[in-house]
């Protein structure tokens, strides 16, 4: 049987009640956004039964009754039309994996096949659907110069469409004024984005179709950042680089692919200025990657004693006291020293190797989230923590945290050995660094005490160890078998008797 035939007969109040109830299953079961599309479907079935009810009731005579008997018949056809698109296209193709359509093209799509269902309902009723065209000619001829603005915006959506320059999701950015958002929808009438203050901004097609934009999520989604830096000319530039270089490391927001680099980029009468370029995956994270590299850059130049420079304008001579200052270099070491009589090998020096080892150190400041330490690293360094904490890694597992006195670092640099752990700062810390070569040059003039150091280290090693292992506590054996390995690594590689 056709189409026709099939609207023709008397099957079509049984298709419209297996609509019907085919309708309220699919709303049971379907999530919020599908069940407000099946109302649709509910709601044309049931003006076909309260159209249908009205023609039955008049005269079979009454020239009213066609009328309705053809209303309700497309009713009927637009609610199966309705169901189906939605079972299909909501249901079917998106619940199977598949990439959704666009609102435009669904629209298309949707309004095809309501007409082609209302064409054969109507044809069902005998009524030609070339003579509804030729009538409506006219009118669609007004209607066209009416709405020519708006067909204007839907033939620029098509092409949109057709040539997806964008889509929904992308960061753009106008190539006039300063514009700058992710799309959010792409409709017949306009494209709308949401700029960063959270404002929509409503571009119609037809502007935007004429508008040169920047797309900042395509081809591949990596964006580009930019810092620039000033140093004076006494620093080398290799330094700079490597301090910036580093400053992108641990930094979650910077790609390793493509890699960063760093330009000298110009000379100025007050230093030259570095370039650092850098990539991030999500462009909504832009002022966050800039901000977190740009404030990992300053603590990088910082520790490395490169100070940005400053301009020649803003330079002013500083006439200090002697005595102040040198009341001030005294505070500084005796902060220092109280940090080095807080750990417990280090108690043993003279007050004269202390007194060395705290005008020798150097203070070094860490931001949140950077590597002090990386597990399999081979520095020599041993620090103190004077003020924030560290988070003790090792692979995946955090082991522990380390506050202000605590200290890190000792195995590598009285043994030789690699680093065991990575250490992170948990929140801005500062750190006393004491090195190899300073701690060697002490350790010589009070060779007696590296066997008493040796026993503290070892101790607290092995019980370390056996934590770790599960064991619990060491044994006195154990703990004294420990010394003894470290104390033979003490005396060759700081070239002790």
Not at 51 to 72: H, K, V, Y
Not at 407 to 426: D, K, Q, Y
Request: with cysteine.
């Amino acid at each position: 049987m056709n189409v026709v035939g099939w609207f023709a007969s008397g099957v079509v109040p049984l298709a419209v009640l297996g609509t019907f109830v085919l309708a309220l299953f699919v709303m049971a079961l379907a999530p919020r956004p599908i069940k407000l599309r099946v109302r649709g479907a509910l709601l044309l079935a049931l003006l076909y039964g309260v159209f249908e009810a009205i023609a039955n009731a008049l005269p079979s005579g009454a020239p009213e009754r066609g009328d309705l008997e053809s209303i309700a018949l497309v009713c009927a056809a637009l609610a199966f039309a309705r169901l189906v698109f939605v079972v299909l296209f909501d249901i079917t193709i998106e619940r199977a994996g598949k990439n959704p359509i666009n609102q435009l093209r669904r629209d298309v799509i949707q309004s095809s096949v309501y007409l082609i269902a209302a064409a054969a309902a109507l044809r069902a009723q005998h009524i030609p659907v070339t003579s509804l065209l030729a009538t409506g000619t006219v009118i669609t001829a007004i209607v066209g110069l009416a709405l020519q603005e708006t067909l204007g915006n839907l033939a620029a959506g098509a092409a949109i469409q057709i040539d997806k320059p964008v889509g929904v999701g992308d960061w753009i950015q106008l190539d006039k004024g300063d514009a700058i958002g992710r799309v959010v929808s792409t409709s017949w009438r306009s494209v709308t984005i949401q700029t960063d203050d959270r404002a929509l901004f409503v571009i119609p097609n037809s502007q935007f179709s004429k508008t040169p934009f920047f797309n900042r999520s395509r081809p591949g989604g990596a964006t580009r950042r930019s810092i620039y830096v000033t140093v004076g000319y006494d620093v080398p530039p290799t330094h700079v680089h490597e301090a910036m270089l580093e400053a992108c490391a641990d930094s979650g927001d910077v790609l390793k692919d493509p890699h960063p680099s760093v330009l000298t980029w110009s000379y100025g009468d007050n230093g030259i200025q570095y370039w650092l370029r850098f990539f991030i995956a999500d462009f909504a994270r832009r002022d966050y990657a800039q901000s977190d590299v740009g404030t990992r850059v300053w603590y990088h130049l910082r520790r490395r004693k490169i100070e940005p420079a400053i301009p020649v304008r803003h330079t002013v001579l500083e006439n200090y006291d002697k005595e102040a200052r040198a009341e001030r270099d005294a505070e500084i070491v005796a902060d220092r020293r109280a940090a080095i009589d807080a750990v417990d090998f280090l108690h043993l020096l003279s007050p004269v190797s202390r007194d060395i080892l705290a005008r020798g150190g150097h203070r070094r400041l860490f931001a949140k989230g950077e590597t002090i330490l990386r597990e399999g690293d081979t520095g020599r360094e041993f620090y103190i923590v004077r003020r924030g904490r560290v988070a003790i890694r090792a692979g995946k597992r955090e082991l522990k945290e380390l506050g202000a006195g605590e200290f890190f670092g000792e195995m590598a640099m009285l043994t030789g050995s690699v680093r065991h752990a990575t250490v992170i700062a948990v929140q801005e810390t500062e750190v006393f660094e004491v090195g190899e070569a300073l701690f060697k040059d002490v350790l010589k003039t009070e060779p007696h005490i590296a066997q008493e150091i040796s026993r503290i280290v070892g101790e607290r090693q092995a019980e370390l160890e056996a934590r770790l292992t599960g064991i619990g506590s060491a044994t006195p054996e154990q703990k004294l078998g420990m010394g003894d390995q470290i104390l033979g690594k003490i005396k060759e590689l700081f070239g002790l008797d």
